[in-house]
């Protein structure tokens, strides 16, 4: 399974951007056994929970975030999404793909998108 996340980009304070990614290579079955989610790190700082879904659309969210940021989940494309609305400069990070397959008992991470707030 590869954790293809894409969407990631400038945008001013303020805005608003979504991210995605699919679980390329993932069946079906691997994809329902999973929960997604989406965590962040910043320069100097260590990483943090954005938040994440199971399958059955339950959502949990980081503190900071909650309220701006909606999770989530298309099954049939097996793809995971984070809606950001008033974005501010603290949320610039690296937005990190995760999934947690609750039957192998294994996380996987994809490669990371860029997301920069400017003032």
């Known amino acids: 399974v590869q954790l293809q996340a894409s969407g990631g980009g400038l945008v001013q304070s303020g805005g608003s951007l979504r991210v995605s990614c699919k679980a390329a290579?993932?069946?079906s079955s691997w994809f329902w056994q999973t929960t997604m989610g989406w965590y962040r790190q910043a320069p100097g700082?260590?990483?943090?929970?954005?938040?994440?879904?199971?399958?059955?659309?339950?959502?949990t969210y980081g503190d900071s975030v909650k309220g701006r940021f909606t999770i989530s989940r298309d099954n049939a494309n097996k793809k995971v999404y984070l809606q950001m609305t008033n974005l501010t400069p603290e949320d610039t990070a690296v937005y990190y793909c995760?999934?947690?397959?609750?039957?192998?008992?294994?996380?996987?991470w994809g490669e990371g998108t860029l997301v920069t707030v400017s003032s």
């Open positions: 995760n999934a947690e397959n609750l039957v192998e008992r294994r996380e996987y």
């Open positions: 290579r993932a069946i």
């Open positions: 700082k260590q990483r943090e929970l954005v938040a994440k879904i199971t399958n059955g659309g339950s959502a």
